[in-house]
């Protein structure tokens, strides 16, 4: 099993940034793929983007292409999310999110969720 916890989320101006942390402890973090997802007041939880066991390789929703990183540190047991260029409409809670098996884009496929790091972007 694995335990997330997100942190570094908060209030921050359009276009501005925002770099999120996400802390797992547990044994073999590398084995993980992991997601991030968000969820704004009244809509469902959303796919960000994810990245592979070693980070080679990542993937995002389309909007925020261009503005958001996923990156990981197999050393260090954590996965961030670079967010560039925020907008309000990427005001949410952020959720990261681990598998072992599965590199999937819906929230069915991910066993592991952290507790979530609210960011909120004002116009």
């Known amino acids: 099993q694995v335990q997330l916890v997100e942190s570094g989320g908060g209030l921050v101006q359009a276009g501005g940034s925002l770099r999120l942390s996400c802390a797992a402890s547990?044994?073999?973090?590398?084995?993980?793929?992991m997601g991030w997802f968000r969820q704004a007041p009244g809509k469902e939880r959303e796919f960000v983007g994810h990245?592979?066991?070693?980070?080679?390789?990542?993937y995002y929703r389309d909007s925020v292409k261009g503005r958001f990183t996923i990156s990981r540190d197999n050393t260090k047991n954590a996965v961030y999310l670079q967010m560039n260029s925020l907008k309000p409409e990427d005001t949410a809670v952020y959720y990261c999110?681990?598998?072992?098996?599965?590199?999937?884009?819906?929230?069915?496929?991910?066993?592991?969720w952290g507790q979530g790091t609210q960011v909120t972007v004002s116009s």
């Open positions: 547990g044994r073999s973090f590398s084995r993980y793929f």
């Open positions: 999110a681990a598998d072992e098996v599965r590199f999937g884009s819906q929230t069915s496929e991910y066993d592991y």
């Open positions: 990245t592979s066991r070693s980070g080679a390789l990542t």
